[in-house]
Each structure stands twice: as structure tokens, then as C-alpha cells.
DNA sequence: ATAATTCGTTAGCATGGCTAACTAACGTAC
DNA sequence: GTACGTTAGTTAGCCATGCTAACGAATTAT
């Protein structure tokens, strides 16, 4: 278990697994990153309106909650995308405290086409593996959202 | 967008797989940069400095290349690593516009902490995985380093 | 009614990305 | 050897994105 050139998927430890994948991650991103830039908009503003886009509807809390920011960070993302009017904005009826934001139908658009380009770049990388290895980093997907979701 | 639940890996594409993957990467890195916050310095300097401890010294250019960012970007970078004492600086004999940047011992000592903590929380996660799981994020793991060394 | 809590915003700070414009040094052509 | 173009880095100044502290307003609990 010591042999550390040739190791065979099973002989690595979740360390081993933890490193790589974190770096593979880092590297994958940043080359997503760059098709992004298309948009005009930033990637903290896409994820957020992603994250309205797929999951509907939410508050501001629910939302800065979902991306890992805090409250402030999250109110200057949602003024940002107001602004480009990406969202819209309402109060919320039961509590005035809380307000609720929601894509436009521009948003929609723009997190559509932000997808297309930012995923048929890698799709077109990951297209050239052999259908085996798709099949692998296809299971790694389920088992990481899964991971995710789990996370404590 | 149009994915589906209960897909089975087989069936999703090189398209689905690469959004999923996308998504993934973009939350197991927000994750595993909040152990990074113990070291007081930011993700783009802590990125930088693992480059120069993992690849030796270089000249400023070649270190924003490895980093996909501009000249200017890296020379604030830099200049706070130094402030830092976690690199140094020196001239280029050969080339006296040139300057040579390398990790100091703190700076390799730093580097490596951080590495351990993000490694081990994020192999604390994995940890919690059955182990079909965890040997299915390996082949996984090889299959994107793989990816990532062809990438054009 | 009053106190405590919760939700969101505002203000102010640091980091990290960019372009434009500059200086300094190198290489080449004459 | 001087002049010109190129290359390496820096400086200045913009914007986005993270944070904490402090606040206002609304809700909930006592």
C-alpha cells in the first residue's frame, strides 16, 4: 500500500482522492471561468441567478444561505442583477421583512446561454474520453452531489 | 436544464456530466477554501505560493501564466507574499528586467499546513463514503487529470 | 407593552481581477 | 554606437466580491 507511482484506483485513500480531485477542480474551473466572461456578468451573479433560475423563488437569506455568502455580499449581488435586469424584486406579504427574488425572463435567457457556452466547452474536452471512462466520471458526479449534499 | 432525475450514470451524456461536474467543482471548492481562512492569506496568493513551493522559482511572467492571470494582477500578488515573508526576490543575472521569485522556508511551511487542512477535511467527507464510492471518485480523479493534461 | 430576535441594508475594509500607460532593459538594424 | 522596436514589470485606477460592524424595520416572545 506504499507503492506510490501505479497506484490502481483501489489502493488510494480518500486523501489521495481528497488531493486530487481538489486540484483537478481548481484547474477545471478556471478554464470554465473564461467562457463566462461572454455574459457581462461576474460568476458570483451567475451562480446566484442560477441558483433562482433552477431552484425558483427565494429570499435574500435563503439565497446568500445557498451560494455560502453572507447576508451583505448576497444584497450587493441581487442589486447587481436588478440592475441588469436579470431579477425582480417583490415584498414578501406575510413577512415584510423578508423580500423575495426571482429571475425575468431575460435571466432565464442569460443563465441558459451562460450554460450552453460554459458546458459545451468542457462537454467538447470530455467527448474525446473513451465511453468508459465518461461512464466513470459520470458515476463520480452522482457520488459527489451527493457528498455535497451530505456535507457537514 | 434538462436533467433529469433518475438517470442512470449510462445514460447521461457528455453534456450532463459536464454541468454536473461544473456544479460540483463550484461547490467543493467554496467548501475547501473556508479551511484556507486560518492561513490569513487569500486563495489567489495561497495558489501562487504553491506554484513556487510545488514548481521552484520563476520569473513573475511565468508565475501569472501558471495562474492564468495578467502581469499586473501577479505583481500585487506577489508583492503581498513578500510582504508576508513567504517569498523572495532577486534579480536575473541574465536578464536584468527579469526578476526570480522563490518560496521562503515559511512560505514552504504554509503551504504545506494548508494543504493538510484542506486535504483533510475534504478526505474527512470522502472518508464518510462507501468504499465502491470512493473507488469510483479515483478512476474518476485519473480520468480528469488526464482530461486536464490533453486539454485544447 | 416591552424586549429579544430576525431580515435586510448601509458603510467601510481587503483582496483580486482587468486595462492603460509608463519605465527599464534587451535586441536589432543601420 | 545610436536609434528603434520589443519585452518584462510596475503603477494607477477601475470594478466585482468577500467580510464585519452597525443600523432600521418587522416579527416574535415574554
Known sequence: M??????????????????????????????????????????ARLSALSVLVFGGQ??????????QVKPPTMSRIVAGLKHSGLVHIEADMRDAR????????????????????????????????????LRALAKAVEVLEKTIRDWR
Request: zero cysteines.
Open 2 to 43: 506504499r507503492r506510490m507511482r501505479n497506484r490502481t484506483s483501489t489502493e488510494r485513500g480518500a486523501r489521495d482522492v481528497a488531493d486530487g480531485l481538489h486540484s483537478a477542480a481548481i484547474h477545471l474551473l478556471r478554464r470554465a471561468r473564461k467562457q463566462d466572461t461572454a455574459t457581462g456578468e461576474g460568476p
Open 58 to 67: 427565494t429570499t435574500l437569506g435563503r439565497l446568500a444561505a445557498a451560494e
Open 98 to 133: 423578508r423580500v423575495q427574488i426571482a429571475a425575468t425572463a431575460k435571466g432565464v435567457r442569460l443563465v441558459q446561454k451562460a450554460r450552453q457556452r460554459r458546458i459545451a466547452h468542457l462537454a467538447k474536452q470530455l467527448g474525446r474520453l473513451r465511453s468508459e471512462d
